[in-house]
């Protein structure tokens, strides 16, 4: 009760001072000031948050970081559900839905639970310095998730979330998804079939020191080339009989993928290879074990890399080059090629640029500069991509901050506010809007 009063009367004491901001509406000047209101307890729920270590392998974590949102769900009215998901190797997901007068937009937002900070990592505690908060995932992306809560509650103290139809999906493994994918992803993939907008709640970016929106994220998938010719003494290497090795064929399609490959919003990488007269990977494929001698032809050799992609067709195509590229063979050698697309790619379309002209709009009508389409080469790929084929949406709704998976990451705290009343004014009017 206490907090209820305080908020009230900080909500009277703010009113008059957004009368500068003839754009908003009664109820949404409401809004905003009860962002304003609440970013205190935001901050206070952050550190919280990043005190709880949630590596994604550390699925005693990761649900603790579950339970202490439970409750801040519940008080708005949600109803929560917990998704393990055991049997993908990863701890679950909390799903939290708001029912609404089903008349607005349906909307979906997102975020994670886990961090790239596993239990032994030596960067732990959460810290203030000034108008940084630091600790990590304290971006990537509890701050998301204090972002969202701070607009969700905003809402309501406002009166607005009433209306809204809302489903929350916070994954427990977006920095490493479990397999398979598709059952991973599953209660995602059904939330977004049942939305017309996605929000995602991760970091925001930046160009030039302003703050962009992005309105597409790239795909993420990985290959496993595998090479095979005839061994023997190295005197007869390129003979009719010993061809030309397995080294040299591998060396042939990394060259040919280099020269060939390259068009617009495509990287691709190698991340590890080798060859010999053995060579393997370990069960997870970040490893690998060779040997030989410098005076053997080698009969294997291995490589695996990733590409991103723009949209699905530029994925099949990239796929059917890179598979061409390959079956051009060396002599006496061959190879085997495996693509494996672990995340899809969110396009930019005419949707989701609409949807950045609202939010846009509620940056004129705050006063803050409006933002351009960020460059989909800036962001990797995240979970709003599984539903990109479903709804409109839009990426980068968290806070704003830097050294993200790294020690020292951090989060300005100034953008806490600032994106969680751009995120609930945009709420508030996408329920408004019928669907």
């Known amino acids: ?30 809004i905003s000031a009860a962002v304003e209101a609440g970013r205190q307890d935001a901050v206070a729920l952050l550190g919280r948050l990043v005190e709880q270590n949630s590596g994604t392998y550390h699925h005693a974590g990761v649900d603790a970081v579950a339970n202490l949102l439970r409750p801040e769900f519940e008080a708005l009215g949600f109803r929560v559900e917990w998704k393990p998901m ?14 609404g007068n089903g008349r607005g937009k349906r909307m979906l937002l997102i975020g994670h639970l886990d961090t790239v900070f596993e239990p032994d990592s030596p960067f732990t505690g959460f810290r203030i310095e000034g108008n940084r908060a630091i600790g990590p995932g304290v971006g990537d992306d509890k701050g998301g998730v204090a972002v969202m809560l701070l607009a969700l509650r905003a809402m309501h103290a406002a009166g607005a979330l009433a209306p809204a139809d809302i489903t929350v999906v916070l994954t427990g493994d977006e920095e490493d998804v479990g397999q398979p994918v598709a059952q991973a992803r599953a209660d995602l993939i059904a939330a977004g079939k049942r939305s017309d907008v996605a929000l995602d709640f991760e970091n925001l970016s930046h160009a030039d020191g302003r703050d962009m929106g992005s309105i597409a994220r790239r795909s993420s998938n ?43 919003n495509l990287t691709f990488n190698v991340g590890l290879l080798g060859g010999g007269e053995q060579a393997a990977f370990d069960a997870g494929k970040t490893r690998l074990a060779a040997s030989g001698k410098d005076n053997v032809v080698p009969p294997v050799a291995l490589a695996r890399g990733d590409f991103r992609t723009l949209s699905a067709e530029q994925t099949r195509r990239v796929g059917e080059k890179m598979r061409a590229i390959v079956s051009r063979h060396l002599p006496r050698t061959n190879a085997t090629l495996e693509i494996d697309e672990n995340y899809p790619p969110m396009a930019p379309t005419a949707g989701n640029r609409a949807l950045l002209a609202k939010l846009n709009a509620i940056n ?28 409109d949406g839009l990426v980068g709704m968290g806070a704003s901050g830097g050294n993200s998976h790294a020690d020292g990451e951090y989060v300005e705290l100034d953008s806490i506010p600032r994106q969680a009343t751009r995120a609930a004014l945009l709420m508030h009017r996408l329920a408004q809007a019928p669907h």
């Open 1 to 30: 009760m206490r907090r209820c009063t305080a908020l009230a009367f900080a909500l009277l004491l703010a009113l008059p001072a957004l009368a500068g901001t003839p754009g908003l509406s009664s109820q949404e000047q409401q």
């Open 86 to 99: 055991t049997h993908t190797g990863r701890a679950g997901h909390l799903v939290a839905t708001h029912r």
């Open 222 to 264: 990985t290959w496993t080339l595998t090479v095979r010719g005839e061994t023997g003494h190295s005197s007869g290497i390129f003979s009719a009989s010993m061809g030309d090795g397995a080294a040299f064929e591998l060396a042939r399609i990394l060259a040919a993928f280099r020269s060939e490959l390259p068009e617009p």
């Open 364 to 391: 004129r009508d705050l006063e803050l500069e409006e933002m351009g389409e960020l460059d989909p080469l800036s962001r990797g790929a995240g979970d709003i991509s599984f539903v990109a084929a479903d709804v």
